[in-house]
C-alpha cells in the first residue's frame, strides 16, 4: 500500500493541515474564477437571446425592443436595473413606432410557481400573445398552458378589459373570454389569474396609450435596426 | 497481467458494483433527473466528468493530502469540478441546464463520487484510480440512460424526443413524475436481485454437480 | 379442509374452528357485491362487463405469475385476487379501455399485494392502489365518464372500450360530468332519488347506492364486516356537510348527497372493512372510520379534486399500524402503569 508511510508517520502538525486546505482551497477559487469569467459571456448572451425571442412572440411584427424600468412613478428606458425595480420590454416595429408591452408574471399555478411574459397593446387594451417561460405544472395535463397550440393562441387579440375569464372548452362568447383547457382547468386559471394581476399592477404604471416612451437613440422616424 | 488489472478495475463498475443498481448509489440524481433519456445522459456525463477529473487529482495528490483534512480535500476538489460542470453546462446547453436545475450542484452530494475517492482513489495509482472512477461513472451513465429511456418510452412514447409509437400511443404519466422514477427503479433492481439469486443457484449447481463427478 | 390423502391430514391447535375462513369470507364479499354489479353491467352495457372480466384478469395473473408458493395457483383458491379484480372495475370509468383495467389489476395485486409478502402482509388496499396507479398514469381516461345509458344500450360496447392495448382510448362517446363534478366545477345538484337509484354518471360501482347498502347490510348479517367502520365514515360525513349546510346550504351539499354521492358508499362497506388494511382493535375501527370521513369531506369539499374515498382510504391504511398500536387494549391483570 503506498499509504502506509504515512500512516506510520507522527501526525501532522496543525499548520501543515491549515497549509493544504488553504492551497487547495486557493487554486480551487482560481479554477472557478477562471471558468466563471470564460462562460460569462456567453451566458450573458444565451439569456439576452431568450428573452429576445420571447418578447418577439409575444409581441408579433416587432423588430425592435428595449427594457423599461419602472422607476420613481415613471418608465425609464434603461439597460439597467436594480434588484428591486420592476421592468417590462417595450416593443416597436420596422418604422420604430410603439407596438406593444411585453411584461413578465409570475404566480401559483397547480404545483409550483408559473412564470410567464405577455404582450399588452395598450391602444386596443388587448392582449398580444402569451409565452410560459417557467412552470412545473403536471406533465400531460398542466404542461399543455404552453404545448397546446390552440390555448397559446387563443391569448392573441384577446380584450383585457375588465379582465379575463376562463370558460369551459367551447363556451367562448365575450371578446375577453378564453376556452380552458379540458382536465387542466387550474393550470388555465392559474396562467389568466396571473395575467389579471399583473395587469391591474402595470395599468397604473404604464403612460397613457399614446405616449410610450419612444425607442431609445433614433427619432421616431427612422429606427436604428431598419434599412 | 497489467492490462488485465486496469480492465479488472474499469469493468467492475459497469455489471458487478454497479454504483445503482448494486451499491444502490446516488439515488438522488437517479431519481430526480431520470424523467427523459436526454437528461439523464447530461447528468451521467456531468458525473462522468466530476468523478474521472477528482478521481484523478486525488490518485495524484494521495500522498500529499494528511489524513486528517482528507475529507474537506476531497470536496474541495469534487465542488471545483462540479462548478466547473455546472458553468458549462449553462453555457453550452441552457435548456438542459434548466431541466436539470439544482441537480448538477447536487452531484457534490452524491455519495458515489466521495466514496470513489474515500475507498479507492486516495489508496491507489493514478492509472487504476481513473480506470476505477471511468468505470463507475459509466456504470452510473448506464444506470440513468436505462432508467430514462424506460421513462421516457413509456411516459411519452418516445425515445431522445423522437416518436416511437404514433399519434394515438397513451403516454404513462406517472412514468414522467417521481413515483415513476421510484416504480421503475425498483422494478430494475427486483431483476437485478432475481439474477444474482438464479445465478449463485446455477454456479451452487455446477458445483455440486462437479463435486459428485469427482467423488 | 379439502385435502385428499387422509394420512397428511395435520392440523395445528386450535383444533375446534368456526365455520369462518379467509375464503368464504372473500366470497361473502363478492356476493355481496353481485347486485350491484349487474345494476351497473344493466346501467353501461356489455362494457361493464367487459371492463370487470379485464380488471379481474389483470389481478389474478398478477396473482398466479408471482406466487411463491410450491403449487402455483394455490393462493388463488381464496378469491381474493378476484375479489380484487372486481372491487378495482367498480371504481373505474365504464368507457375505460380494458387494456388499462387490466394493467390496473396486475399493478394493484403485484405492487399492492405479493410484493409485500402477499395476503395478510399488505399495508395498502390492493385495489385501491391499483386505482390510485390507473389515476397518476392516465389522469385523463380515468376522468371521462360515458353516458349512463340506462339499459338503453344494452348490447352495444363503447370504442374506448375496445382499444388497443398502449394506445389512447380516442373517446367519441358522449360525455358527462358525475354529481360530484357538476356539484364542484358547474354548482348543479343532482337529486337524491338518482343519486340512490343509479341514474347518474360515474364509475361502475358507484351508480347505485341502495344495492350497495343491501350487500352491506347482507354483510354484517354473515359477520363479515366490521360495522364500527363504515358506520363511523358515513356518521362522519353526515355530520361535518350537516355542519357545512348549516353554514351555507346553497354551497356545500346535503348530508344525504354525500354519502350518496361518489364511491363513498362502495369504499366505505367494502374498501376501508378489508381486515388486512384497517385497524383490528374497536377503538382503532372507530379512530380510522372517522379519519376517512373527515379525509373525504375535505378532499371533497376544499380539495382540487371532486372525489376523495381513494386517497382517504389509502392514508388512512397507511396510519393502521400506528392506530393498531396506541389502541392495544391493556393487558388483564396489568395496571396502566406496570410494565
Known amino acids: 500500500m503506498t499509504s502506509s508511510a504515512q500512516m506510520n508517520a507522527p501526525a501532522p502538525s496543525s499548520l501543515r493541515l491549515v497549509l493544504t486546505l488553504a492551497i487547495a482551497g486557493l487554486i480551487s477559487g482560481i479554477a472557478i474564477i477562471g471558468i466563471y469569467e470564460s462562460t460569462l459571456p456567453t451566458i450573458t448572451a444565451n439569456k439576452a437571446r431568450e428573452l429576445r425571442e420571447a418578447v418577439f412572440k409575444v409581441l408579433p411584427g416587432v423588430s425592435e425592443m428595449q427594457q423599461l424600468v419602472y422607476r420613481d412613478g415613471n418608465l425609464v428606458v434603461t439597460e439597467e436595473r436594480r434588484k428591486d425595480e420592476q421592468a417590462v420590454y417595450g416593443g416597436y416595429d420596422r418604422d420604430g413606432d410603439f407596438v406593444g408591452y411585453a411584461i413578465p408574471a409570475a404566480g401559483p399555478g397547480f404545483q409550483d410557481t408559473i412564470g410567464l411574459l405577455y404582450g399588452f397593446a395598450p391602444q386596443q387594451k388587448h392582449v398580444l400573445g402569451m409565452e410560459i417561460l417557467e412552470s412545473r405544472e403536471t406533465p400531460g395535463l398542466g404542461d399543455k398552458i404552453y404545448k397546446d397550440a390552440e390555448f397559446v393562441g387563443s391569448f392573441s387579440a384577446l380584450s383585457i378589459e375588465p379582465n379575463i375569464v376562463a370558460v369551459k372548452k367551447g363556451a367562448k362568447a365575450r371578446p375577453n373570454e378564453i376556452d380552458a383547457i379540458t382536465g387542466a382547468t387550474i393550470s388555465s386559471k392559474a396562467v389568466v389569474r396571473i395575467i389579471n394581476e399583473a395587469h391591474a399592477e402595470w395599468s397604473k404604471r404604464l403612460p397613457p396609450a399614446g405616449s410610450e416612451p419612444p425607442l431609445r437613440g433614433t427619432g421616431p422616424a427612422g429606427s436604428g435596426g431598419s434599412p | 497481467m497489467k492490462q488485465n488489472e486496469s480492465y479488472e478495475e474499469f469493468i467492475k463498475g459497469i455489471w458487478r458494483d454497479n454504483p445503482v443498481f448494486v451499491q444502490v448509489l446516488g439515488m438522488c440524481p437517479m431519481l430526480a433527473v431520470t424523467n427523459s433519456a436526454v437528461n439523464a445522459i447530461a447528468m451521467g456525463m456531468a458525473t462522468f466528468f466530476v468523478l474521472v477529473g477528482s478521481s484523478f487529482l486525488v490518485s495524484s495528490f494521495r500522498n500529499w493530502i494528511p489524513k486528517q483534512v482528507r475529507i474537506s480535500c476531497f470536496i474541495i476538489i469534487i465542488a471545483t469540478f462540479v462548478t466547473v460542470a455546472d458553468y458549462t453546462l449553462l453555457a453550452l446547453v441552457p435548456k438542459v441546464h434548466k431541466e436539470l436545475g439544482a441537480f448538477i450542484p447536487l452531484i457534490v452530494a452524491n455519495c458515489m463520487i466521495l466514496g470513489r475517492q474515500e475507498a479507492f482513489s486516495s489508496r491507489y495509482p493514478v492509472r487504476l484510480a481513473v480506470m476505477d472512477a471511468m468505470g463507475m461513472a459509466s456504470g452510473f451513465l448506464l444506470a440513468l440512460f436505462s432508467l430514462g429511456a424506460i421513462r421516457e418510452i413509456l411516459g411519452d412514447g418516445a425515445l431522445f424526443g423522437i416518436d416511437l409509437f404514433g399519434e394515438n400511443f397513451e403516454p404513462w404519466i406517472i412514468m414522467i413524475l417521481p413515483p415513476g422514477g421510484f416504480l421503475t427503479l425498483g422494478v430494475i433492481l427486483l431483476f437485478f436481485n432475481w439474477f444474482r439469486f438464479k445465478k449463485d443457484e446455477f454456479l451452487a449447481d455446477v458445483a455440486a454437480a462437479e463435486r459428485g463427478g469427482n467423488g | ?339
Open chain 3, 1 to 339: 379442509m379439502n385435502k385428499k390423502d387422509p394420512d397428511l391430514l395435520l392440523f395445528h391447535a386450535p383444533l375446534l374452528r368456526q365455520g369462518m375462513t379467509t375464503p368464504k369470507a372473500m366470497r361473502d364479499v363478492i356476493y355481496a357485491l353481485l347486485p350491484a354489479t349487474a345494476a351497473s353491467i344493466w346501467f353501461f352495457g356489455l362494457s361493464a362487463l367487459l371492463l370487470l372480466g379485464a380488471s379481474i384478469a389483470g389481478a389474478v395473473l398478477a396473482e398466479w405469475l408471482f406466487d411463491n408458493g410450491q403449487r402455483r395457483g394455490e393462493s388463488l383458491r381464496d378469491a381474493t385476487a378476484v375479489l380484487t379484480g372486481l372491487l378495482l372495475g367498480l371504481t373505474l370509468p365504464p368507457g375505460l379501455p380494458m387494456w388499462m383495467a387490466f394493467l390496473g389489476g396486475f399493478v394493484g395485486v403485484s405492487l399492492g399485494k405479493v410484493i409485500w409478502g402477499g395476503l395478510g402482509h399488505n399495508l395498502f388496499n390492493p385495489a385501491l392502489l391499483g386505482r390510485a396507479f390507473l389515476q397518476a398514469t392516465f389522469p385523463i381516461a380515468m376522468t371521462t365518464w360515458v353516458v349512463n345509458s340506462y339499459g338503453g344500450e344494452f348490447t352495444s360496447v363503447y370504442a374506448s372500450s375496445l382499444a388497443l392495448p398502449f394506445m389512447q382510448s380516442g373517446i367519441d362517446s358522449v360525455t358527462a360530468a358525475t354529481p360530484l363534478g357538476m356539484l364542484k366545477f358547474d354548482q348543479e345538484v343532482t337529486p337524491l332519488a338518482n343519486l340512490m337509484f343509479g341514474k347518474i354518471n360515474g364509475s361502475l360501482g358507484e351508480t347505485s347506492g341502495v344495492l350497495l347498502l343491501l350487500g352491506g347490510i347482507y354483510l354484517w348479517l354473515r359477520r363479515d364486516l366490521d360495522w364500527r367502520i363504515p358506520v363511523s365514515i358515513l356518521l362522519t360525513v353526515v355530520l361535518f356537510s350537516a355542519v357545512l349546510s348549516l353554514v351555507d346550504a346553497a354551497r356545500y351539499p346535503t348530508p344525504l348527497f354525500s354519502v350518496f354521492s361518489g364511491g363513498l358508499l362502495l369504499g366505505a362497506i367494502y374498501m376501508a372493512t378489508d381486515p388486512v388494511t384497517s385497524p383490528v382493535t374497536p377503538r382503532g375501527a372507530w379512530i380510522f372510520g372517522i379519519g376517512v370521513g373527515v379525509l373525504v369531506m375535505l378532499i371533497r369539499v376544499f380539495g382540487g379534486l371532486p372525489e376523495g374515498v381513494m386517497y382517504a382510504i389509502l392514508l388512512m391504511n397507511a396510519a393502521t399500524p400506528l392506530i393498531d398500536r396506541y389502541t392495544q387494549p391493556r393487558v388483564f391483570g396489568r395496571g396502566a402503569d406496570s410494565p
